[in-house]
């Protein structure tokens, strides 16, 4: 499956859509977009440090917050990383504040940090345009600078400047193309990240996070059948409508609010958990307990409900309640432990046990 871009008379959308043709790094999709929230702004002429930091700054929740990889070699990742420590920016500061920050910045590291982006991205995205020039820099620096080819774009050391012809094009079409390169990048990002879930939805930052009402009147019921349950991380009681709703696999992972991964905590613990993984050998049967319990709560006192389908995905060939006891254990034990295993190894930190 391709995502077609629509056409225009006169200009050669066959080569904007081939820009992502054989590509090696993140650094042309982020370029691409960075390009594109310029011209939305009403930026005609930009210049090359703005885009390179607005390569940064919409990556920024992806690799920070959500963890996902863009390849041991990927420079733009790197640059991510080393940004943060320079200037002290949060994990998951909001893009506009975190290119503000960057493109004000006065740290000669940081400025030589962006700099390496001059010498790989703005004369190799067009290199469709100029197949015969392999690359090289400092001609099509030049055939650019008339457009040549029909090329988006012009090029010298300092700015980028829209070629007029594609300027009412990329302003009309910007979702689209947003679009398109959300699409190639999730692809691209998947084969990397083989075994993480969701990288579409880890490719933007969400304006807020979903409710967790149903999931939290889910337990509700259950501690009104059960009474006092014990927090697996405090061991406080919890009561109705005393504790937090807790991912036992961080969100930043799993993407997800299915009520098999969510569990009652004590509220001030929650916020220290934060993106942290439970050990296994500290946390699983403590976990485990809780879900059998609810499991039996629900199925007894309100088998009909929609949210008891989210343990589908542990079971899709039968229900929950109806598996016996060691087989629902080994059913969340397969689930759970591997995606720990993969959360760590794509940088996630495990917890420190409270003694």
Not at 239 to 260: C, N, R
Request: aromatic share 12%; proline share 7%.
């Amino acid at each position: 499956m391709t995502l077609p871009l629509p056409q225009c008379p006169g200009l050669p959308i066959a080569l904007l859509a081939a820009s992502f043709n054989n590509t090696s790094a993140t650094y042309k999709y982020y370029w691409l977009l960075s390009i594109l929230s310029e011209l939305e702004g009403g930026n005609t002429v930009i210049p090359k440090h703005r885009l390179f930091a607005g390569m940064v700054s919409r990556a920024w929740y992806t690799v920070n917050y959500f963890h996902v990889s863009f390849g041991k070699q990927d420079q733009l990742q790197r640059a991510i990383n080393q940004i943060r420590e320079l200037e002290g920016i949060t994990i998951d500061e909001k893009e506009d504040i975190a290119k503000h920050k960057i493109i004000k910045s006065l740290n000669p590291a940081t400025a030589k940090t962006l700099r390496y982006f001059d010498s790989e991205v703005p004369h190799r995205y067009l290199s469709p345009w100029f197949p015969q020039l392999r690359g090289n820099r400092t001609e099509i620096y030049c055939r650019s600078a008339d457009f040549e080819n029909d090329c988006p774009y012009a090029l010298d050391e300092q700015n980028l400047t829209i070629n007029p012809r594609w300027h009412g094009y990329l302003v009309e079409h910007a979702g689209i193309l947003k679009a398109f390169c959300y699409w190639h990048l999730s692809l691209y990002l998947q084969k990397h990240n083989p075994n993480v879930p969701d990288i579409p939805n880890k490719l933007i930052k969400p304006a807020r996070r979903n409710s967790l009402l149903n999931q939290r009147k889910f337990w509700n019921r259950v501690l009104d059948h059960t009474g006092p349950l014990e927090c697996i991380y405090t061991q406080k009681k919890l009561t109705h409508g005393s504790f937090a709703v807790e991912h036992f696999i961080p969100y930043a992972f799993v993407s997800h609010d299915l009520i098999w991964n969510l569990i009652p905590a004590d509220p001030s613990f929650n916020s220290r958990k934060n993106d942290k993984l439970p050990r296994m050998e500290d946390y699983f049967d403590g976990y485990y307990l809780l879900q059998k319990t609810a499991i039996e709560v629900m199925a007894e006192n309100y088998p009909n409900e929609p949210i008891m389908e989210d343990y589908l995905s542990l079971s899709p060939n039968s229900n929950a309640q109806l598996l016996p006891e060691a087989d629902l254990r080994d059913r969340f034990l397969q689930n759970i432990q591997p995606l720990l295993t993969i959360a760590n190894n794509n940088g996630f930190e495990y917890l420190r046990k409270i003694d």
